[in-house]
């Protein structure tokens, strides 16, 4: 086993196919598929299983990968302690509900621990994409949230998918609105307070269930609904449009201005926000970083 074959594994799952990653590694993707059966062919397992559609991580191969990880960060420790190399590229990947503060800890871990080179990515998407991009270890970590609405579906779905829910906080539902919305000086709005506004959600797409909404109560009629797909988009019609979405409560004014306000919802509901992870995986420096970050962050808005 080579320590190049493991760098080559490593960057084809955080690629997500072969021909992409046999061009950021500048070799030929017949060079960089036979550098990866003669791996699967020495640890005795396949890494990968193929399809007419592509490749993707198997069950086996995403265990290994928690060791790869390892493998070739303790090199890069010693060769940067000894031998006074220049870091690799840094990598991660995370996928997350459209929340301020997973951006917030993800800009803070950037300007205390990128260095030099990294190849980070930050995907706010779906929740069934977010659950596909961790089972498929396209990103390390995904962040969603489970309320006692839809935490009996969406449980069931991350073990089958061999994911593990680690909680970070617990919330009471908030709104959030334009500043200058009649209801940003409330102390608190009910369900009925909110009937003539129009309501902001973000869409899931085919997978568009009940269960996957990032907003809770989304079973309750409303006679304007609008769907976005970003949460720059969603913010403008808060302001446009006075109307509101329902999320955490948590904001951050210093990337999302003072524009925007949080109102406590009257509503006992309460949803747990937390991280997924394959629990065949073992979390990487960068990983483990970007949760200090995250919890730090948590703890200051919630705390």
């Not at 992409?20 to 990866?36: D, M, N, V």
Request: hydrophobic content about 40%; overall charge negative; charged content about 20%.
């Amino acid at each position: 086993m080579k320590l190049q074959q493991l760098r080559y594994f490593i960057e084809i799952v955080m690629c997500g196919s072969i021909n992409e990653a046999s061009r950021r590694l500048y070799i030929s993707q017949p060079s960089l598929s036979k550098a990866i059966k003669e791996l699967e062919k020495e640890v005795g397992i396949s890494l990968f299983t193929r399809t007419s559609t592509g490749i993707t991580l198997s069950s086996d191969g995403a265990e290994f990968l928690g060791y790869a990880r390892q493998v070739v960060e303790q090199v890069e420790l010693l060769e940067r302690r000894y031998f006074n190399t220049a870091p690799s590229q840094q990598l991660f990947s995370i996928s997350t509900q459209h929340y301020a503060f997973a951006v917030n800890a993800f800009v803070e871990m950037i300007k205390k621990y990128g260095a030099d080179k990294y190849q980070f990515t930050m995907r706010e998407t779906r929740t069934y994409e977010i659950i596909e991009d961790v089972k498929n270890l396209r990103s390390e970590i995904g962040i969603l949230y489970i309320s006692p609405f839809n935490e009996k579906v969406m449980m069931q779905l991350l073990k089958e998918q061999g994911l593990v829910f680690n909680a970070l906080f617990k919330a009471t539902p908030h709104i959030f609105v334009s500043s200058q919305n009649p209801l940003a000086n409330k102390a608190s709005v009910s369900l009925e307070d909110l009937q003539d506004y129009p309501r902001l959600n973000f869409e899931q797409g085919e997978f568009n269930s009940f269960y996957y909404s990032e907003e809770i109560f989304s079973t309750v009629p409303s006679k304007r609904s609008i769907q976005v797909s970003d949460r720059a988009t969603l913010f403008n019609l808060l302001i446009g449009l006075n109307g509101y979405t329902i999320s955490t409560g948590i904001l951050s004014e210093d990337l999302n201005g003072s524009n925007i306000v949080s109102v406590p919802l009257e509503e006992g509901e309460m949803i747990t926000v937390g991280w997924v992870v394959h629990k065949k995986t073992q979390l990487s420096t960068m990983a483990k970083l970007y949760l200090e970050e995250l919890n730090q962050i948590i703890d200051f808005y919630v705390t």
